[in-house]
C-alpha cells in the first residue's frame, strides 16, 4: 500500500478499515508504515508505504478488482501517461501464494517488488521467509536493497 496526497497515513488506515469490511478477505499481519522517496515524477510528497497480508479465496483478478475498488472509493485516479505519479492510493497485488500470473491485466510476483526497498522492507517485516517465486526471501532481498532513502513514518505526520 502508498500513498502521497490527501493525509497519506490517513489514507492507508482507511484502506485498511476497508480491507477489513471486505467480507472475502481477512487481514493477517499488517507492517509498520515507512517513509520513501517518490519514483519518476520530480516535485511530489513523500510516499507512505506498508504491506498488508491478505486471506481470501477470490480469484487473484477478483482480488485485484477488489483493491481497485478501495484505491478508486479512496480518489484514486489512474493517468495512463503519467505512470509514477502522486496518489490519494495505490494497492498492489505483490504476492498470490507461490503463484506466477501473467496476464494483461495482472503480473504475479509483481514486476518491480524486488527492486524497491519500499516493498521489500516491510514485506520482510512480516514475512521474512516468504519465498519471491525465482528471487529468493524476503529478507535476503530487503538486506541486499538496504534502506537508503527510507525511514519509519513519524506517528505524529
Not at 497515513?9 to 499488517?30: C, F, I, K, N, Y
Request: aromatic share 6%; hydrophobic share 40%.
Amino acid at each position: 500500500m502508498g500513498s502521497n496526497l490527501q493525509a497519506p497515513r490517513q489514507q492507508l488506515q482507511t484502506a485498511l478499515s476497508a480491507l477489513r469490511a471486505t467480507s472475502d478477505l481477512s487481514l493477517g499481519a499488517v507492517s509498520p508504515v515507512y517513509r520513501s522517496a517518490p519514483l519518476g515524477v520530480a516535485g511530489q510528497p513523500d510516499y507512505c508505504n506498508a504491506v498488508v497480508e491478505v486471506f481470501t479465496d477470490l480469484e487473484a483478478l477478483q482480488l485485484l478488482d477488489c483493491l481497485q475498488s478501495i484505491e478508486k472509493q479512496q480518489g484514486r485516479e489512474r493517468n495512463a501517461t503519467q505512470r509514477w505519479g502522486p496518489r490519494t492510493l495505490d494497492l498492489d497485488l505483490l504476492l498470490y501464494g507461490g503463484y506466477v500470473i501473467n496476464s494483461e491485466r495482472l503480473t504475479v510476483p509483481h514486476p518491480e517488488m524486488h527492486k524497491r526497498n519500499f516493498v521489500m522492507r516491510p514485506l520482510a517485516d512480516i514475512a521474512p521467509d516468504v519465498a519471491i517465486p525465482g528471487l529468493g526471501a524476503a529478507a535476503e532481498l530487503a538486506r541486499v536493497l538496504g534502506g537508503q532513502g527510507l525511514a519509519p513514518w513519524a506517528e505524529a505526520e
